[in-house]
């Protein structure tokens, strides 16, 4: 196993000072170790993340080679030639478990934002106090985009922000953590060639969820009580003004209806399962509050803005492998982790064989089966 950095290299040194996990501790699990404090329906901050996945590089005594960062991966010889920081080394079979999200996706649009105004992504972003004093406009409304803004509306900026398509979802529901309903309904056991449009699931914004102690709820509401003012998609910038799109009202409808039909399975899975005795009544939530009238365009040289966040998510980063198995999207070709070169493969990819896969509790039904076929592979090819 080759390692740029340090062991739970991401969580140390790619995440904001703040940030807590969004899957409850009793979501941590690996095979062989497992979250086993007094807190299971708590979230872990980073340095317990980074603690738990160097105990699990110890449980499991994986063979880490630490500070060796991989430049290339090219066939040869029926296999590949991997030159890394050392040296070269060749193997039959590659895993490439680099990670999902190897660098902020910031939109090309950013090149129009006006030069005074301080530009941050989820890399770069740390903490309220680097931030200059006045408005952030905060882009992306999912997981990041709203922890980022309530973060920064509390420090007492005035915030703005631009969501487009988005995932709502309470913290809990029916007394459970939301993500408790995931796993034991079987939503998040979907296999990948059971989803119908496999695409667009693997595209798909991450939910609106943020690990507090207090288990609380940052939706768009949530967000508009704090006093964050919400706008549509960012469109474009041109001159200087960032142009949203007028479709707020439709991209809120879209996804209060996706909650509610989401919650619906979640009820008949209980009913069914005779499980619902456990668990709280059904519950429904109030109607995101769509603003009476959301503003089109800001001026960003008005200095009304003075820094823009860019929460658009992230992307993997391919520019060391020299196998012809990226799209022009810079997504990797696989079939279940399976990819389209013989002897790679890879894991830790949405929906890479199941809905859980780019989830710490997803990758162990994920591996096993990746490495059957990979054990197969060396055994044919032997
Ligand atoms: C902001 C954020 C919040 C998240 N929150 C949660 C959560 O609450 N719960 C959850 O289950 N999941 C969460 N995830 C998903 C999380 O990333 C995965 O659960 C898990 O960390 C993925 O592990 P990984 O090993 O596949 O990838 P990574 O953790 O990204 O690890 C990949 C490793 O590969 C190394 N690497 C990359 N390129 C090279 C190279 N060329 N040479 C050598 N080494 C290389 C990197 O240094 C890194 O250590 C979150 C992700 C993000 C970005």
């Known amino acids: ?43 872990m901050a980073m340095s317990e993340v980074t603690e738990f996945i160097e105990a699990f590089a110890k449980v499991s005594a994986a063979p880490v080679r630490t500070g060796v960062n991989v430049t290339s991966v090219q066939p040869a010889d029926g296999g590949f030639r991997i030159t ?22 910031v939109p090309p649009l950013h090149e129009a934002v006006p030069a005074d105004v301080t530009q941050l992504t989820p890399f770069s972003y740390r903490n309220p106090d680097q931030v200059p004093d006045g408005g952030v406009l905060v882009v992306g409304g999912s997981a990041t985009g709203v922890q980022l803004a309530a973060e920064l509306r509390l420090s007492g900026r005035p915030v703005t922000l631009s969501t487009g398509e988005h995932v709502r979802l309470p913290r809990t529901y029916r007394g459970r953590d939301v993500l408790w309903w995931m796993d034991a309904s079987g939503v998040w056991d979907q296999r990948h060639d059971e989803v119908e449009d496999l695409e667009r699931a693997r595209r798909l914004p991450s939910p609106q969820l943020v690990g507090t102690p207090g288990r609380d709820t940052l939706d768009l509401n949530a967000l508009t009580s704090m006093g964050v003012e919400l706008v549509g998609r960012l469109a474009t910038v041109r001159d200087g003004r960032a142009l949203f799109s007028g479709g707020l009202r439709n991209v809120i409808s879209l996804s209060d209806l996706k909650m509610e039909r989401l919650l619906a399975t979640f009820d008949e899975w209980a009913t069914a399962d005779g499980c619902a005795a456990g668990v709280g009544p059904p519950e429904r939530f109030e109607p995101t509050r769509v603003p009476e009238r959301s503003r089109l365009q800001l001026d960003l040289g008005s200095g009304e803005i003075r820094t823009v966040v860019w929460a658009t998510g992230f992307r993997p980063d391919y520019r060391w492998l020299d196998v012809p198995v990226v799209d022009a999207k810079g997504h990797l070709q696989h079939e279940g982790g399976v990819a389209a070169a013989p002897g790679l493969y890879a894991l830790g990819l949405p929906v890479l064989r199941r809905r859980k896969s780019t989830f710490i509790c997803g990758i162990e039904d994920d591996a096993r089966a990746v490495i059957g076929d990979l054990a197969r592979h060396l055994a044919s090819s032997a």
Not at 12 to 37: A, H, I, K, V
Not at 87 to 98: D, E, K, P, Y
């Open 1 to 43: 196993m080759l390692e740029r950095g340090e062991v739970a290299n991401s969580w140390r040194n790619e995440r904001w000072d703040s940030l807590r996990l969004l899957t409850p501790n009793f979501q941590s699990r690996l095979p062989g170790l497992r979250y086993e404090g007094p807190e299971p329906d708590g979230y």
């Open 84 to 105: 890394h920081s050392h040296g070269v080394i060749h193997a039959r079979a590659v895993v490439i478990a680099s990670g999902a999200c190897n660098l902020p996706s």
